[in-house]
């Protein structure tokens, strides 16, 4: 059996009282609870506060690029698909810099969980706007207020039928913990978007603020319902709607290639006939 | 028409296909070359062509030989006019004795015209194959080869298609032995061993796969595209992944995410997409993940001459990535070369850990050759990852003699794989410990030593004491050696040094040939003379005299005798 111990406790460089402590937490039960070995695991992250996450815990780790995870842990999960892969980065590395890749990673529905970090602000280079800061949001950067209206993660992955879309909080630690185990579980992509204060950085976005707004879903809520989905997705006020909003079954990326019929590209041998078979249709 | 039949046989022609893309002059180019190379000549293709579907003025040249054709020329024995611009543009390359194939329709009048009544000989769909009927019946070659061939290039599945081609060859084939002239037969070749029709970017897939390629990513962009293509059509049967990324920083990034996992993987583009690629190479410089990138060459800045041919790329490749890291960069001067030398980046990439490099170009990228078929059952796929004893601590970047640590795959043993795109300990997690990142510089570039110990001599060919001495790289090999052999033929002593492999380089390994030569000229497709500027950086030595070409042909042993005589 895994423990929690499996995933070690280590110093951090987050300010005190990050929403990232509750995040790491989270992550860690839902591993635990998920009962995966250190090792069958690869963090994929690029750059910010969010992405250290991966170097607290135990498991393999990739800390590439600012906003290039998705692509590499695309890659990752192609060559191995027995991994769990998990990428874990904030908003500005996957919302901003690495957008496109979140649309590719959508379309393609790899079996990646991806947790982003979500504080509606630049953390790691001192609190610039982020592209789901609110419009108006005043940074020193942005003296007179965001001119732009705020990215909806929730709103595009759901339009675009992502295999699983979650938003938690991190101050509902076990309830984002729930979120991440049924990530893990589903197989295809899964967008797990985490509302979380900046305690430096965003004095609006508060966890006071979320707090007051977060409300689970209602039971009964049915998150293979896309259109009942797509209403959810602009919930966005005094309530702020958690958990699983929308759910799609589609085959998983990696399910298509017949080169992973036998599991893994990793360690296959060249087969020489075919290669001369293939040569020899040059004569 | 004048009859030019003396029946004297060619021993080499050079054959120039000219039309409006959509007309299919690709189509009768490549069914021509392949009929040529399994009747044992040796060739060498050109294609030059527009950036655009339809219309505009494409030609594919095909020079033909009984002995070895290393590289392309400009004088046309045989130019086969699709249409009127061909006529108009190129008749001032045919040679005296020369012949212009040409639809009788046509307006345009002289000497040296066979006009052929396309019209009456097959529908319009069918006239380009009616003039490949044409064309191999002048050249002489065997009718039932021919044919053979054009069927294996459409495959049998449309039957009445088939036979339509059928007909159209015949036709033309029917046409020209009434009408023709045997001016332009080749001398028969008899006994020849089997040959593939292969080009650089398709040699290139071949190495790849050879070498253990399991993940390849890409964008799309000319001249690389077909790399993609080549192995999108193998991917099935060897087991490989090819995916077509949202752009080329995903198409890096995928395929170090792929090489970390344990994938050998690779990425093509050209300019612009290496452009987006270059922090991608840097973060498998830090991360220590092998990749293979290949860069095909065409005309820049910016989107430049999209399918057109140059060698302007080499100093930016050798300087790609922020910061310091070593690498090597190998540049093919043939279809064989690419090959290899595909195979040995793969193998520099596993055993230093890092990004490796192929530059080759537009030119060399489309360029049909008959090549012999490769000894596979002598090479050896590369293993992703390096054994250690299972014993903790693992440290993926443990400090070594050799800065080569020891690479677990995540996953594939109990210890734990981490890697840092920041500056990391040996266990691969991020610091900022300051004497820890000068070791891990040192470590990293301690690799370089190993490289640079592999590094190819360049080929040294002709007198061993030249007053001219040619030096070059890449694709334009064959050229300057020709260039080099007609130059001797008239009594010059010259020889040429030919880089395969333009980084790093060494010293020792040609210092003696370029200080021994009275004279020494630097021929490049590019500019500034790229390479001249490399040798000047690393070794003092000056080459004064450059002959450079960058209208976006590829170099020609004319232009490079012409620049030479100016």
Redesign the interface.
């Known amino acids: 059996m895994v423990t929690i111990d499996d995933y070690g406790d280590y110093e951090t460089a987050w300010c005190p009282g990050c929403g990232n402590f509750s995040i790491l937490k989270a992550v860690k039960q839902a591993l635990v609870a998920s009962n995966l070995k250190p090792h069958e695991l690869l963090f994929v992250s690029g750059i910010g506060q969010a992405a250290k996450a991966p170097h607290y815990l135990n498991a393999n780790v990739f800390n590439g690029l600012h906003g290039r995870s998705l692509p590499v842990a695309t890659g990752a999960k192609l060559a191995n698909p027995n991994l769990t892969v998990i990428v874990e980065s904030g908003d500005g590395c996957n919302y901003g810099e690495g957008g496109n890749h979140l649309l590719a990673a959508i379309r393609r529905n790899i079996d990646v969980t991806l947790l982003v970090h979500n504080n509606q602000v630049y953390g790691l280079t001192k609190g610039q706007a982020s592209p789901t800061s609110a419009e108006g949001f005043v940074t020193k950067a942005q003296p007179q207020g965001v001119p732009s209206a705020p990215f909806n993660p929730i709103a595009v992955a759901v339009a675009m039928k992502a295999g699983l879309v979650a938003r938690g909080f991190a101050g509902m630690s076990d309830h984002l913990s729930e979120l991440i185990q049924q990530g893990i579980a589903h197989r295809g992509f899964a967008l797990i978007d985490v509302l979380q204060p900046c305690v430096s950085f965003n004095k609006v976005n508060t966890f006071g603020w979320y707090k007051e707004r977060c409300e689970t879903l209602p039971p009964g809520y049915d998150p293979t319902d896309w259109e009942g989905a797509m209403k959810v997705a602009f919930e966005w006020g005094d309530k702020i709607p958690i958990g699983i909003i929308y759910r799609d079954n589609r085959l998983a990326f990696e399910e298509h290639f017949p080169a992973l019929r036998e599991g893994t590209l990793v360690g296959l041998d060249v087969d020489p006939v075919m290669l001369k078979k293939i040569m020899n249709g040059y004569g | 028409m004048k009859n030019h039949s003396d029946n004297k046989t060619r021993r080499m022609l050079n054959i120039l296909i000219g039309g409006e893309a959509g007309q299919g002059l690709v189509t009768v180019g490549q069914i021509l070359a392949k009929a040529l190379v399994?009747s044992g000549y040796s060739i060498v293709v050109t294609q030059s062509y527009q950036s655009r579907i339809r219309g505009g003025h494409n030609t594919l040249a095909i020079r033909v030989g009984v002995d070895e054709v290393i590289a392309p020329c400009e004088s046309v024995d045989l130019l086969v006019a699709l249409d009127r611009d061909t006529v108009t543009l190129h008749s001032k390359d045919l040679l005296p004795d020369g012949l212009v194939v040409l639809d009788s329709a046509s307006e345009i009048d002289g000497d040296s015209l066979l006009k052929v009544p396309f019209k009456e000989l097959a529908q319009e769909r069918f006239s380009n194959i009616a003039a490949l009927g044409v064309v191999s019946s002048l050249l002489g070659l065997d009718q039932g080869l021919m044919a053979g061939t054009l069927d294996d290039f459409f495959g049998k599945k449309d039957a009445r298609l088939a036979a339509e081609n059928d007909r159209a060859l015949a036709a033309g084939v029917g046409w020209t032995t009434t009408h023709g002239t045997s001016s332009h037969k080749l001398s028969a070749v008899s006994d020849h061993p089997?040959?593939?029709?292969?080009n650089g970017n398709?040699a290139i897939a071949?190495g790849a796969?050879?070498a253990?390629l399991?993940?390849y990513?890409f964008y799309p962009m000319t001249p690389s595209t077909s790399i993609g293509l080549a192995l999108a059509g193998?991917?099935?049967?060897?087991?490989?992944?090819v995916?077509q990324?949202?752009?080329e920083?995903?198409?890096i990034?995928?395929?170090?995410?792929?090489?970390?996992?344990?994938?050998p993987?690779m990425v093509a583009t050209s300019g612009g997409g290496f452009a987006l690629m270059v922090?991608?190479v840097s973060?498998a410089a830090m991360?220590e993940t092998p990749v293979v990138v290949v860069v095909a060459q065409r005309p820049a800045p910016a989107t430049g001459l999209p399918t057109r041919t140059e060698q302007a790329d080499l100093e930016f490749v050798l300087h790609a990535g922020h910061g310091e890291f070593p690498r090597a960069i190998f540049s093919p001067g043939s279809v064989e070369e690419c090959f290899h030398l595909t195979r040995k980046a793969f193998e520099l990439a596993e055993r230093y850990q890092g990004p490796m490099f192929l530059l080759t170009d537009q030119f060399l990228a489309d360029s049909y050759r008959a090549v012999m078929?490769?000894e596979?059952?002598d090479l050896t796929?590369v293993?992703?990852g390096k054994d250690v004893a299972e014993s903790p601590p693992y440290q993926r970047f443990a400090i070594t003699e050799t800065g080569i640590s020891p690479r677990l795959?995540?996953?594939?043993?109990?210890?734990?794989?981490?890697?840092?795109?920041?500056e990391h300990t040996q266990d691969?997690?991020?610091t900022e410990d300051l004497s820890m990142r000068r070791q891990m510089v040192e470590k990293r570039l301690r690799k370089g030593g190993g490289i640079r110990a592999e590094a190819m001599p360049p080929d040294v060919e002709g007198d061993p004491n030249p007053g001219l001495l040619l030096v070059s790289w890449g694709s334009s090999k064959g050229a300057v050696q020709e260039a080099a052999s007609l130059m001797k033929s008239k009594g010059e002593r010259v020889a040429t040094l030919h880089f395969s492999q333009v980084w790093p380089l060494v010293p020792d390994q040609f210092m003696s040939h370029l200080e021994s030569a009275r004279q020494v000229v630097s021929v490049e497709g590019n500019a500034f003379g790229q390479l001249a500027r490399l040798i000047r950086r690393e070794t003092g030595f000056d080459i004064k005299k450059k002959v450079l070409r960058y209208d976006g042909l590829p170099l020609t042993p004319e232009s490079i005798l012409g620049e030479l005589n100016r």
């Open positions: 399994r089997k040959r593939l029709m292969m398709e071949l796969v050879s253990g399991r993940l990513s193998q991917a099935k049967r060897m087991g490989l992944i995916e990324a949202e752009d920083i995903a198409a990034n995928m395929a170090i995410g792929a090489s970390f996992a344990g994938a993987s922090e991608g973060l991360t078929p490769f596979l059952e796929p293993r992703a795959l995540p996953g594939m043993t109990g210890h734990l794989v981490v890697a840092d795109s920041d691969g997690h991020i």
